[in-house]
């Protein structure tokens, strides 16, 4: 699905990443952790495309095409998608007719037909009734004034009628109390699916109580520095990442 | 000689000179060049006018003479040389549109598109030879079931020129009673060389069957540069008024002066719907129309109330001031405004509220929006005179910039000369983020696209007090504006 090779790449004239290789099958779900500064968010950034984030070095190969030149609406429409840790306000724009714009959009770029008004409707209550979100929410503008769960919620949402086949979480978990974690967990699990890959980027271990990954991966100063099971996220939680930063430096 | 009889011969002077001038030949198609009294003379004999009206053009002619032109807005364009444009030419003979939509400059064509306009709608609006004007309307019967509809209420509703002739006494006792004769120098200027416009009446107790729609009449009146319209609005009376069209109107006059009165007796209410979508000139900033209009609504009775809401898109250069005069008690007026500037567009635009009578009430919303190396101005005035007692007034600007090379400013005048009065002012400023904008894409949303969807987020107040048939197109026009703004 996603096969990343030796990348590099800096913001402003600092270097971030240094040499980053990973490989993605479909179907799994890989967390990265690592400590602040290791290069987590940029990773979610290069993969999706924004601007300011400048590849030196290596490749990015998503379902056997050059991912990095592509525009990141086309991504999209590729099937990329990233749940962003801190989600942007649209003030005026509706969930709803924000929604709609996305799904057309990609649908258009996919050769699908797009949705009417009627029809999508229908398609976004059968999506919110999975996830247990309360239809009121798509009334209100994107993102405004929403809670730090809703937020992460409205993400999981989009992540559902987008239908992506690799989704970055880019520490979905930040500003998550204990139950809003267990119902966005709950609500990416529900999401799982042979033909969909995941990339989980977090700094804490509690959010792959609800996630079960099938590789944890350790990212250090621009670098996978370790890889192995879930159980690898549980010995993290308890040593932290002091060793790592040694290994690194 | 008194002033009274040498005003007399001055004016038999001038009936000679018209009589044997060039202009006796009134089978004419146009004036020539110029502004003059004779060519005023023949406008109003083109139209059959009768003398009041004539006179009432030739004083405010007079007027304009002593007038200087303004040049308070912040806009700049070259002078005007007014002797260098023709006052009155008849409108175009269908035989002279394009043969069909084939022969239709295709950057026009690609816009009726993406305003979703259909197809036999495209071609009335480019001119094309030959089609039926009803066809607009589906067929026939909806032009005349619509017609049928209004005369069955007493509505009014038809161009001003034929108003003047069939109902003489209306127009003859409003015409300039809001916007007077010597207002300003452009709406003098409109008041001595207007050729044609609206003319709408709503009787007492009237609630208007329909929306009125200078759509409705598009071709059917050539309307030209110095439109004037009227509305009168009786007692308890409600009408809704539409003017304009999203699709782009070439015209060759540069410069638009128009005129709108709109009265409103007790009980009675007038929405002004406006979407201005004038060629605004090309990237560079060549060409494009100087809209320097006049809009002002009385609200002479108790309980009345006017609502102007503009989208304006168009124009090399927008200078307008939709205003109401809150006289009668209780009154109200509202202004809802989207202004959106791109390339070197420049617009000065914004409202006056005037309140006279006791708890008048007036609301202010403004959506400017600048992209490109375009200015935008609000320029606001709220006044509050001694009696009124208890009036308010709330004004929300906001200003959205889009590039680094725009300008947004803001122009509040607010007076108060009542204690009891209550005035609030809010603004904002604001860009559109690049965390917007990659959102947006990262959901598979094209940046022109995710720039139109914002925007209409930021508009979204103003937006929706239009009505629906305009709403739709009015959102979609938003997005063609801003075309090339980003990237």
């Known amino acids: ?249 | 000689m008194n002033a009274a009889v040498s005003d007399t011969v001055d004016q038999v002077q001038s009936v000679e000179k018209y009589k044997y001038g060039f202009v006796t030949d009134i089978e004419a198609d146009q004036a020539p060049k110029g502004l003059n009294e004779d060519i005023i003379r023949f406008i109003s004999a083109k139209k059959e006018e009768p003398e009041w009206l004539l006179e009432w053009r030739l004083k405010a002619y007079a007027h304009w003479l002593t007038m200087e032109e303004p040049h308070w807005p912040k806009v700049t364009y070259p002078p005007i040389d007014y002797q260098d444009s023709y006052y009155y030419s008849a409108p175009k003979s269908p035989d002279e549109g394009p043969e069909s939509l084939d022969d239709v400059d295709p950057e026009l064509l690609a816009t009726y598109e993406k305003l979703g306009i259909p197809l036999y709608e495209q071609e009335v609006l480019a001119g094309v030879k030959n089609v039926a004007v009803d066809a607009v309307f589906d067929s026939v019967s909806v032009a005349t079931t619509f017609k049928d509809a209004l005369a069955k209420e007493g509505v009014i509703f038809c161009p001003i020129s034929e108003a003047v002739k069939e109902h003489p006494e209306l127009v003859k006792q409003y015409l300039g009673s809001v916007v007077p004769y010597s207002d300003n120098y452009f709406a003098t200027l409109n008041s001595a060389v207007f050729t044609d416009g609206s003319f709408v009446y709503i009787p007492k107790g009237v609630n208007c069957p329909m929306e009125l729609s200078t759509y409705f009449r598009i071709n059917a009146s050539n309307t030209g540069q110095f439109e004037r319209t009227l509305i009168i609005a009786d007692e308890g009376s409600h009408v809704s008024y539409l003017e304009g069209c999203t699709a782009p109107m070439r015209d060759e006059n540069q410069l638009h002066a128009a005129v709108v009165e709109l009265v409103v007796l007790d009980d009675a209410d007038i929405k002004y719907s406006t979407v201005q979508n004038w060629y605004p000139g090309d990237e560079n900033g060549v060409g494009g129309i100087y809209n320097f209009v006049t809009k002002r609504a009385a609200c002479r009775g108790k309980n009345s109330k006017v609502s102007w809401t503009q989208v304006e898109t168009g124009s090399a250069i927008t200078w307008k001031y939709p205003s109401c005069i809150l006289q009668g008690d209780n009154s109200v007026g509202e202004f809802y405004s989207v202004a959106i500037t791109n390339n070197y567009q420049q617009a000065d635009t914004g409202t006056k509220m005037i309140h006279l009578g006791k708890n008048t009430s007036s609301r202010i919303i403004a959506k400017g929006i600048s992209a490109g190396k375009s200015q935008s101005t609000y320029r606001g005035l709220v006044k509050m005179m001694p009696k009124a007692e208890g009036a308010r007034n709330h004004t929300q600007c906001d200003s959205l910039l889009i590039g680094k090379e725009c300008g947004a400013h803001t122009v509040p005048y607010i007076e108060s000369r009542n204690k009891s009065a209550k005035v609030e002012h809010e603004a904002t400023t604001s860009k559109i983020g690049d965390d917007q904008l990659f959102y947006c894409r990262q959901r598979g949303i094209s940046e022109e696209e995710a720039v139109a969807l914002i925007v209409n987020g930021f508009c979204r107040e103003v937006m929706q007090e239009l009505p629906m048939e305009f709403a739709v197109e009015a959102q979609k026009l938003v997005g063609i504006s801003l075309e090339g703004s980003v990237g």
């Not at chain 1, 967390?31 to 993969?47: E, F, H």
């Not at chain 1, 769960?149 to 949402?157: H, I, M, S, T």
């Not at chain 1, 992540?159 to 880019?170: E, I």
């Open chain 1, 1 to 249: 699905m996603l096969e990343i090779k030796n990348l590099h790449a800096k913001v402003g004239d600092t270097e971030i990443l240094k040499g980053l290789s990973l490989n993605i099958e479909a179907g799994q779900v890989h967390a990265i952790m690592g400590p602040n500064g290791a290069g987590k968010s940029t990773l979610s950034y290069v993969l999706s495309g924004r601007d300011g984030y400048e590849v030196t070095a290596g490749s990015v190969t998503y379902k056997g095409k050059d991912l990095l030149t592509m525009e990141p609406e086309v991504r999209a429409g590729e099937g990329v998608f990233l749940a962003f840790q801190y989600p942007v306000e649209i003030p005026g724009v509706s969930t709803m007719n924000f929604l709609k714009a996305a799904v057309n959009s990609v649908r258009k770029y996919r050769g699908e037909s797009e949705f009417d008004a009627m029809d999508f409707l229908k398609f976004v209550r059968e999506q919110t009734k999975i996830l247990n979100i309360n239809d009121e929410m798509l009334k209100r503008a994107v993102n405004v004034g929403f809670s730090g769960g809703e937020k992460k919620r409205a993400e999981v949402l989009q992540m559902a009628v987008l239908n992506p086949s690799f989704a970055v979480l880019d520490e979905t978990d930040s500003g998550l109390d204990v139950d809003a974690l267990r119902i966005v967990g709950e609500g990416v699990t529900a999401l799982r699916s042979p033909d969909r890959s995941m990339l989980v980027i977090t700094h804490y271990q509690r959010l792959l109580d609800y996630i079960v990954p099938d590789m944890v991966h350790v990212l250090a100063d621009g670098k996978i520095v370790d890889t192995g099971d879930k159980n690898l996220a549980i010995e993290l939680e308890k040593n932290g990442y002091a060793n790592y930063a040694e290994a690194a430096a």
